[in-house]
Nanobody, 126 residues
Framework: VQLQASGGGYVQPGGSLRLSCAAS????????IGWFRQAPGEEREFVAG????????YYADSMKGRFTISRDNAKNTVDLQMNNLKPEDTAVYYC????????????????????WGQGTLVTVSS
């Protein structure tokens, strides 16, 4: 099982980035996926999640309206579109697989996720 996060980079405040999580070694279509982030000196926090089919999405309050999670099971990818980025969005972003098969409801607890990607760094600065 592998998850590979990519798409991070440097962007000015108000800009956009699209992160992608590529899955291999398992049937992505059977699992919910979450995105988390960890800022310097901070604990890792939940950003967004999508259920196995893509019919349900979940967001942390501070990301609602700015971030959009989506998935393409045919391509084995889950993307995170981030708009109107702020300096406080600077962090390493991780994707993770929810451990429950065909999960409908995704929560923010890290213990609900069993495999993690290596992270991709997003820096928002002028």
């Amino acid at each position: 099982v592998q998850l590979q996060a990519s798409g991070g980079g440097y962007v000015q405040p108000g800009g956009s980035l699209r992160l992608s999580c590529a899955a291999s070694g398992f049937a992505l279509a059977d699992y919910g996926i979450g995105w988390f982030r960890q800022a310097p000196g901070e604990e890792r926090e939940f950003v967004a999640g999508v259920n196995w089919s893509g019919s349900r999405t979940y967001y942390a309050d501070s990301m609602k309206g700015r971030f959009t999670i989506s998935r393409d099971n045919a391509k084995n990818t889950v993307d995170l579109q981030m708009n109107n980025l702020k300096p406080e969005d600077t962090a390493v972003y991780y994707c993770a697989r929810n451990r429950k098969l065909l999960v409908e409801v995704l929560g923010p607890a890290e213990t609900d996720y069993d495999y993690w990607g290596q992270g991709t760094l997003v820096t928002v600065s002028s």
